[in-house]
Structure formats: structure tokens, C-alpha cells
């Protein structure tokens, strides 16, 4: 098992039965539900009252995704959360960035170095911009540190496709071919041994869980796909943009990035491996007046006629098992998965296209969500542990 490092303050050792234990080095929490007294406690009973927690870091904590994870980490049973990293000067608390976690998580941001946060951490949930997690990332693996990567660093496998796209050099070239993609509902299986996950981004999942199923059964032309896609302003992220300002952005949707867009090779590139098929996409984002949320609108061509009613049964059945995959005869709304980590799914056959919508929330199920879904499945906890 994991080992828990020392917290920073005695308040955050406080547990869910309201009772603290440490047995030196190790540092334990009470399983929930117990009253009893620990005077009254032989060693054998106490032992067996006690559990050991996986220690996490967050890398890059002042953006609305760090605020997000942070949030359902603090409710996560079997995590604590030991480091929170930033260039912010002074070494804040994490609660003076995020006012909301005030008397829940109160550690300062620190700008710490890989092996200092390997000494601290068990896994490293990293929310930094691309090209800055690929350089830290050989370190922390040699340290015996996991990663779940945010950035956009580890999801291509062609170093010169990401330069391509990204505008330089990859930092870690040689590991990309290696690196399991974390889409639980695709790759569930090679997430639970990886050292190093890459989160998927929030355009892509949205648009992958829509189309994967219409591909992996060939019903659609893989050459033949549009993908429409509507984010909340949040998508941007948290640093001023002149396109997210207030003004500019209020009572107004605009598209952009229009064939350009650094989510393309993503969802080309993970429904070909799903599929095993040579997948074009055009993808098109617009930027909609909202904090949170994606809608995608998929257009599909069928190869044969098609029965909606049996492309029903074939998402049902893709789907099956999938715990934050909902599959809906309704339209779809942002709002039905708000603050959640499910996706939302619809089909459609209209004249000679297949139309599939899904929407999610992007900063839980297109960020922090995934992530934690990721980690469960990492440390073999039950998937759906926390969200």
C-alpha cells in the first residue's frame, strides 16, 4: 500500500469519525463509522481499524481544473492530498487562490522541485500547460512517482505530429508510442497498470465517446466526419484573454480556431486506434457565453441504411458497463450533467446522416472528473470512488 505522508496542519488530519492516529512513520486515519474508544483497543483490533492513504500532489493548482480536482480529491476516502504547486510568490495557501476550499484545504503553494515532490507524493496529478509536464516527467517516473498528465504532452504518439501542432519540440519524444491514453471507457484496462496517464481533453472525449461506437462497428464512413462542438468560456481557462473577456464575450458565440484546432489529431488519432481505421474528422469549436459545459453535435454517413432504434441498442450495449455513460432518448442539455462526471449521449438518423450529440461537464468529465476516474483505476479502487 501507499504511504501517507506527514499533513502540514493537525486540522486536516481530522477524519470522518472525528478521531486522528498516527502510528510513526506511518501516518493513519480511522475507517469511517468507527465510535469506539481508542484506549480500549488491544494493537490486533487497532490495526485492523486503520488504513493507509495514497498521497497525491497537484502541479499547476491556481486554474479552474486544479480548484475542481482539489474539490473531489477532499472527498476521495482513500487520498490525501500532500503538495500543491505554483510560482506564486510568498507561498500562499491554495484557499487564498480558491476561497472555496477555505477550512478544507489550507496547504501553501509552493514551487517545488520534481524529486521534491516525488518525496512527497505517491501520484502527481499535473495541471500544467503543455510542454512544461513533459520535462518533469522522467524524473518523477524515476522517483517511482504516477502521473496523470492534463496537458495535451502525452496524448499524441508521433513526436512530429505535436510539433506540428503545438509549435515545438516534444521534451520526452522516445516515451509517446508508450503512454496509455486515459479514456477509461476505451482503455480501462491499460489504465489500471500505467505509470503515466494522459488525461484526455475535454473536446475529445466528448466527441470520441459520441463516434467510437458508430466506428469500432463500421457503420460510417471513417472519412466522413464533422464535429461540432460548444464550450463554456471556462474551457479557456483561467489566465485574461481579450476573446474571454466580459464584454467580448457576453450575449455573443463565435467559432474558432476553425481547422486548426490542437484537439484534431487527438480525436483522429484515438477513434483510428479504436477503430482500427484511418479517421479524418473536421472539427469545428465555438465558444458559447457560459461558464461550464460542452455540447458536440457529431455528423456521421452511414455505409448501409441504418435503424435508429437499433443504433440505440448498439450505443446501450457500447456503453453497457460504462458508469458515467448515459445513453438518453432526449436531447441532451449541459445542464443535465453540470458539476458531474457523466456524458450524455443521443442518436439521431436523419436523412441520409447519423447525428450524435453528447455533452459534459468540461472541467469534471473533460478534466478533473477523468482524472480521478483515471486514478481509480490506477490504485484499484472502485471507478467511481469520489465522483
Same mark, same amino acid.
Given at each position: 500500500?501507499?504511504?501517507c505522508?506527514?499533513?502540514?496542519?493537525?486540522?486536516?488530519?481530522?477524519s470522518?469519525?472525528n478521531r486522528?492516529v498516527?502510528?510513526a512513520p506511518?501516518?493513519?486515519?480511522v475507517?469511517?463509522g468507527?465510535?469506539?474508544?481508542?484506549?480500549n483497543t488491544?494493537?490486533s483490533?487497532?490495526?485492523?481499524?486503520?488504513?493507509?492513504?495514497?498521497?497525491?500532489?497537484i502541479?499547476?493548482?491556481t486554474?479552474?481544473?486544479?480548484?475542481?480536482?482539489?474539490?473531489i480529491?477532499?472527498?476521495?476516502p482513500?487520498v490525501e492530498?500532500?503538495a500543491?504547486?505554483?510560482?506564486?510568490?510568498?507561498?500562499?495557501?491554495?484557499?487564498a487562490?480558491?476561497?472555496?476550499?477555505?477550512?478544507?484545504?489550507d496547504i501553501?503553494?509552493?514551487?517545488?522541485?520534481?524529486?521534491?515532490?516525488?518525496?512527497?507524493?505517491?501520484?502527481v496529478f499535473?495541471?500544467?500547460?503543455?510542454?512544461?509536464?513533459?520535462s518533469?516527467?522522467p524524473?518523477?517516473?524515476?522517483a517511482?512517482?504516477?502521473?496523470?498528465?492534463f496537458?495535451?504532452?502525452y496524448?499524441l504518439?508521433?513526436p512530429?505530429?505535436?510539433?506540428?501542432?503545438?509549435g515545438?519540440?516534444?521534451?520526452d519524444?522516445?516515451?509517446?508510442p508508450?503512454?496509455?491514453?486515459?479514456?477509461?471507457?476505451?482503455?480501462?484496462?491499460?489504465?489500471?497498470?500505467a505509470d503515466l496517464?494522459?488525461n484526455p481533453?475535454?473536446y475529445p472525449?466528448?466527441?470520441?465517446?459520441?463516434?467510437?461506437?458508430?466506428?469500432?462497428?463500421?457503420?460510417?464512413?471513417?472519412?466522413?466526419?464533422?464535429?461540432?462542438?460548444?464550450?463554456?468560456?471556462?474551457?479557456?481557462?483561467r489566465?485574461?484573454?481579450?476573446?474571454?473577456?466580459?464584454?467580448?464575450?457576453?450575449e455573443?458565440?463565435?467559432a474558432?480556431?476553425?481547422?486548426?484546432?490542437?484537439?484534431? =489529431?487527438?480525436?483522429?488519432? /484515438? @477513434?483510428s486506434k +479504436?477503430?482500427? #481505421?484511418? $479517421?479524418?474528422v *473536421?472539427?469545428?469549436?465555438? %465558444?458559447? =457565453?457560459?461558464d461550464?459545459? /460542452? @455540447?458536440?453535435t +457529431?455528423?456521421? #454517413?452511414? $455505409?448501409?441504411? *441504418?435503424?435508429?432504434?437499433? %443504433?440505440?441498442?448498439?450505443?446501450r450495449?457500447?456503453?453497457?458497463?460504462?458508469?458515467?455513460v448515459? $445513453?438518453?432518448?432526449?436531447?441532451?442539455a449541459?445542464k443535465?450533467?453540470s458539476?458531474?462526471n457523466?456524458?450524455d449521449?443521443?442518436?439521431?438518423v436523419?436523412?441520409?446522416?447519423?447525428i450524435t450529440i453528447s455533452?459534459?461537464?468540461n472541467?469534471?468529465?473533460g478534466?478533473?472528473?477523468?482524472?480521478?476516474?483515471?486514478f481509480?483505476?490506477m490504485?484499484?479502487?472502485?471507478?467511481?470512488?469520489?465522483?
Amino acid at each position: 500500500m501507499s504511504i501517507c505522508r506527514q499533513r502540514t496542519s493537525p486540522r486536516h488530519w481530522v477524519s470522518v469519525a472525528n478521531r486522528v492516529v498516527m502510528l510513526a512513520p506511518v501516518a493513519t486515519t480511522v475507517r469511517p463509522g468507527y465510535t469506539g474508544e481508542f484506549g480500549n483497543t488491544d494493537d490486533s483490533s487497532l490495526k485492523r481499524l486503520l488504513r493507509t492513504m495514497t498521497s497525491v500532489a497537484i502541479l499547476g493548482a491556481t486554474g479552474y481544473t486544479a480548484l475542481e480536482l482539489a474539490k473531489i480529491l477532499l472527498r476521495h476516502p482513500e487520498v490525501e492530498i500532500t503538495a500543491a504547486t505554483s510560482r506564486q510568490e510568498g507561498n500562499p495557501p491554495i484557499s487564498a487562490i480558491h476561497p472555496s476550499l477555505i477550512d478544507r484545504l489550507d496547504i501553501p503553494l509552493e514551487d517545488l522541485s520534481p524529486a521534491e515532490v516525488s518525496a512527497r507524493a505517491d501520484c502527481v496529478f499535473s495541471c500544467l500547460p503543455h510542454g512544461v509536464t513533459a520535462s518533469l516527467v522522467p524524473s518523477l517516473l524515476d522517483a517511482g512517482t504516477r502521473v496523470v498528465d492534463f496537458s495535451a504532452d502525452y496524448r499524441l504518439d508521433d513526436p512530429e505530429v505535436y510539433a506540428d501542432w503545438y509549435g515545438q519540440p516534444h521534451a520526452d519524444p522516445e516515451r509517446l508510442p508508450t503512454v496509455v491514453y486515459g479514456l477509461p471507457e476505451l482503455f480501462g484496462e491499460s489504465i489500471g497498470t500505467a505509470d503515466l496517464v494522459a488525461n484526455p481533453g475535454c473536446y475529445p472525449t466528448s466527441a470520441i465517446l459520441a463516434l467510437a461506437p458508430l466506428l469500432k462497428a463500421g457503420l460510417v464512413a471513417a472519412d466522413d466526419l464533422i464535429v461540432d462542438s460548444k464550450s463554456g468560456v471556462s474551457g479557456a481557462g483561467r489566465n485574461p484573454k481579450l476573446t474571454t473577456h466580459y464584454p467580448e464575450c457576453n450575449e455573443s458565440i463565435s467559432a474558432y480556431n476553425v481547422g486548426r484546432h490542437r484537439h484534431t =489529431p487527438e480525436i483522429e488519432l /484515438i @477513434l483510428s486506434k +479504436a477503430s482500427d #481505421r484511418d $479517421v479524418r474528422v *473536421v472539427f469545428t469549436p465555438h %465558444l458559447v =457565453p457560459m461558464d461550464r459545459g /460542452i @455540447l458536440t453535435t +457529431a455528423y456521421s #454517413r452511414p $455505409v448501409d441504411s *441504418v435503424d435508429e432504434a437499433a %443504433l440505440f441498442d448498439l450505443y446501450r450495449e457500447s456503453y453497457a458497463d460504462q458508469p458515467f455513460v448515459r $445513453v438518453v432518448e432526449h436531447l441532451p442539455a449541459t445542464k443535465d450533467v453540470s458539476g458531474t462526471n457523466y456524458c450524455d449521449i443521443t442518436v439521431r438518423v436523419v436523412r441520409d446522416r447519423i447525428i450524435t450529440i453528447s455533452c459534459l461537464d468540461n472541467l469534471i468529465k473533460g478534466a478533473a472528473g477523468a482524472a480521478v476516474q483515471n486514478f481509480n483505476l490506477m490504485y484499484g479502487f472502485p471507478e467511481t470512488t469520489a465522483l
